[in-house]
């Protein structure tokens, strides 16, 4: 039972694999299904999912706009998981709350950790680290810090039973080996802020307070492509103009700062 408990839990990780010494890209929370869409158990310090405001408890409705609601654990799994340093937007709720927040998936590797392994961890982090990186069978694994400890799925914040095989660490490549991390970090209210149109003359969008905005364009390779900036918007909604003549069609994620307050939202170009 102990170890269907752990297969259970490590394969509810976003994107995680189904045994440890793999690698996937994700942003770094363990989940499980719920109707609603997947519940987050636990945010694993150092990942992407920790410069957000989500945490333990809330729930993801949504990624990239669609709805996670009747979906099984892998199908979910599916929608969070992807390419390395590309965003992606989750929609979620929390304390009653709607939020939505814009981040970059990471690389993540899970790998078994031995009950010494453990111990030098939580007596010195630095040392492990050194120590586990030698250890990686190929060169592509030496650019990953270890950023967490798991037990049978769960964080491990103070280590009593050092003996115990069912250690799985978290491993995380380097913010500056996978390029520059997303712009959008905060999360608001999806009512805040509200995209309305995207062509390629204009970006509509509306505010319900008065002040500057800055609209940044990424494209599906998180690369900046357009920055516009109003600092007069209005109440209500506001237009930009822009000339996207030379832009590629596609599918493209715009976000937009109001007073420090940022939404993000993929929109198509045609």
Do not use: C
């Amino acid at each position: 039972m102990k170890s269907i408990v752990k297969v259970s839990l490590l394969a509810a990780m976003m994107a995680a694999p189904l045994m440890a010494d793999e690698s996937f890209g994700g942003i770094g929370i363990t989940i499980y299904q719920i109707r609603e869409g997947v519940k987050v158990a636990e945010v694993i310090p150092g990942t992407p999912a920790a410069e957000t405001k989500l945490q333990a408890g809330d729930v993801i409705t949504a990624v990239d706009g669609v709805s996670l609601q009747g979906l099984n654990i892998e199908q979910s799994k599916e929608k969070l998981r992807g390419q390395v340093n590309k965003p992606l937007e989750i929609t979620f709720t929390s304390e009653g709350e709607s939020y939505t927040a814009v981040l970059r998936r990471a690389q993540i590797t899970v790998k078994d950790l031995e009950g010494a392994a453990v111990k030098n961890w939580y007596g010195d982090k630095a040392e492990l680290n050194a120590q586990e990186l030698e250890t990686f069978a190929s060169a592509s694994q030496n650019d990953k810090q270890l950023v967490a400890v798991l037990k049978n799925g769960s964080l491990v914040k103070a280590e009593n039973n050092a003996a115990s095989a069912d250690y799985n660490g978290i491993y995380v490549e380097k913010a500056n080996e996978f390029g520059p991390k997303a712009q959008v970090k905060n999360v608001v209210r999806n009512s805040g802020i509200e995209l309305r149109g995207f062509t390629r003359k204009a970006v509509s969008y509306s505010v319900k307070t008065p002040g500057k905005t800055i609209v940044t364009i990424m494209n599906a390779d998180g690369e900046q492509v357009a920055r516009l900036v109003n600092d007069r918007a209005l109440v209500g909604v506001n237009s930009i103009a822009w000339d996207a003549t030379e832009i590629p069609s596609g599918r493209y994620m715009v976000s937009i700062d109001h007073e420090g307050s940022v939404s993000g939202k993929f929109a198509v170009l045609k």
